[in-house]
């Protein structure tokens, strides 16, 4: 490893507050704050908002973590409408414009082009034709 290019990789312990959870790891992070494990050592702290002993994933239950008051947002609509459902009439949308005479006749003279059918057609420059599409096939008895 090239010298002084790292960063240090020093132990630091992961704490989630929400869940009075923590554990001491590896890692490279930065932080300035400090505190004083189980083995009497102190570590630099990085706090998580959620770990695997607050994810409702690997819980099993259903823990109300609100941010930025989404669930009190979502009550006080709620409130508005007293608990009953709200029946949404139907957006109505426009027909598309009608095209001009002009251009329904360009449209209609305007050749197409059709996709060439993979091993139809004219034989590639620089390929020789296929031997059993040249010769036709002898019949069988002659």
């Known amino acids: 490893m090239k ?6 990789y020093r132990p630091v312990v992961f704490q989630d507050p ?5 554990f001491l790891t590896r890692s490279t992070i ?13 570590y630099p702290l990085v706090t998580l908002e959620i ?7 690997y819980t099993g239950t259903q823990k109300l973590i609100d941010t930025a008051g989404r669930v009190e947002r979502f009550e006080k609509r709620f409130a508005k ?3 009953k459902t709200v029946e949404r009439k139907p957006k109505k ?11 329904k006749k360009v449209l209609r003279n305007t050749p197409t082009v059709a996709a060439p059918v993979k091993g139809k057609g004219a034989p ?3 390929r020789k034709p296929d031997a059993k599409a040249a010769k036709p096939e002898a019949k069988a008895g002659k």
Not at 18 to 22: I, R
Not at 51 to 57: L, M, Q, R
């Open 51 to 57: 770990s695997s002993a607050s994810h409702p994933f």
């Open 124 to 126: 590639k420059a620089g």
């Open 30 to 42: 930065q932080t300035e704050k400090t505190i004083k494990w189980e083995d009497g050592n102190e």
């Open 81 to 83: 409408t007293s608990g």
């Open 93 to 103: 949308t426009q027909a598309a414009p009608k095209m001009s005479a002009a251009v």
């Open 18 to 22: 929400s869940a009075n959870f923590a």
């Open 3 to 8: 010298a002084g290019i790292h960063p240090e």
